[in-house]
């Protein structure tokens, strides 16, 4: 009985000696995933816009490329 309590009593020790640490990074991802942000409507309609425009921002960089690799032919 005394081998359990021995047992019990470090398994606690090594559990309390973990420290939770929490940076605002984490904390930020962890209230954007549950949606508990200040301002969630706001913020997610930001982030919405940026992932557009990174989209249109590739669009745009595939076409030029198009329209470079077409004038180079035409000019043979």
């Known amino acids: 009985m005394k081998l359990t309590y021995l047992i019990a009593a470090a398994s606690l020790a090594c559990f309390s000696a973990c420290e939770k640490k929490e ?7 962890i209230d954007d ?3 508990r942000r200040p301002n969630e409507g706001i913020k997610d309609a930001a982030e919405d816009v940026k992932d557009a425009a990174k989209d249109a921002g590739g669009e745009v960089k595939d076409a030029a490329k198009d329209l470079k690799d077409d004038v180079k032919d035409a000019t043979r």
Do not use: S, Y
């Open 23 to 29: 940076t605002p990074e984490v904390k930020e991802k």
């Open 33 to 35: 995933a549950l949606d």
